[in-house]
């Protein structure tokens, strides 16, 4: 009986030092570090986890590394503190998930593929976590971009509001959108500005409720057909009205 206990104990000691072990394995990530890694066919799913806040707003973004690479359906899964599900999401090259984070914490993302073990999408991949600066009503936003990044703002703010876009100077005229985060975490496009000669412009949108507060994403990048083989920049200006 001595000897059972004693094997027991070793066993718990065991289990416990391996689960310490694993959670340690698991890279931890800040908001905007760029992180990469690769899905095989072996290790589909690479997990990393970050510490958020309550009604933090984040946006996860996952690219291939080599554009013509085999990882054609990279995807993307976040859990929540308690490991459940909060969205998910796959694509062709480039993908992305959006949230509010619901309770202080620890959260897990799951780079993976399109069918994970059954898919057969392979490749090398980079992960970024954006929490973007929050739009505030007098506060106008400068910035520069150039043609291989994308900037996030938060929105969120109840009834009619305007998103004033202004182009300062360059040769890059990237385009600007307002998307709406789902209850599923993705970003939905609800009004947007682009073209190619794009300086300036307005976006006035109304959210579902006069009281209670929505939240937004504002995304300013390159336009989807826009075609800029070296890499040009801009200087812009945007700001909330109300």
Same mark, same amino acid.
Request: charged residues 20%.
């Given at each position: ?6 094997? /027991? !104990? ?7 030092? @391996? =689960?310490?072990? #694993? ?6 990530? &800040? ?65 992305? /998930? !959006? ?7 620890? @959260? =897990?993302?799951? #780079? ?6 059954? &898919? ?123």
């Amino acid at each position: 009986m001595k000897k059972h206990l004693v094997l /027991l !104990a070793l066993l718990a000691a065991f289990l416990a030092t @391996y =689960t310490v072990s #694993a959670q340690e394995e698991v890279p931890v990530i &800040g908001f905007e570090e760029v992180v990469t890694g690769e899905i095989t066919n072996r290790n589909f799913e690479v997990p990393y986890k970050f510490a958020g806040k309550q009604g933090d707003v984040v946006i996860i973004e996952m690219s291939r590394l080599e554009t013509l690479s085999d990882l054609s359906r990279p995807a993307l899964i976040l859990l929540d503190t308690s490991s459940r599900m909060m969205g998910q999401d796959d694509g062709y090259g480039n993908i992305s /998930l !959006a949230a509010k984070l619901p309770a202080d914490g620890e @959260y =897990t993302i799951l #780079a993976t593929r399109s069918n994970g073990r059954a &898919g057969d999408s392979v490749g090398r991949f980079s992960l970024t976590i954006h929490k973007p600066p929050v739009l505030v009503v007098g506060k106008p936003i400068f910035a520069r971009i150039t043609s291989e990044q994308t900037h996030y703002y938060t929105v969120e703010t109840p009834g009619t509001f305007g998103i004033e876009y202004v182009k300062r100077v360059g040769r890059f005229y990237p385009a600007i959108s307002v998307q709406q985060v789902t209850t599923d975490c993705i970003l939905e496009e609800v009004a947007s500005l682009q073209g190619d000669a794009l300086i300036g412009g307005k976006l006035v949108l109304e959210s579902q409720s006069a009281y209670i507060a929505e939240t937004f994403v504002v995304v300013v990048k390159e336009a989807l057909w826009s075609w800029n083989w070296n890499a040009v920049s801009a200087s812009y200006e945007v700001s909330l009205t109300q």
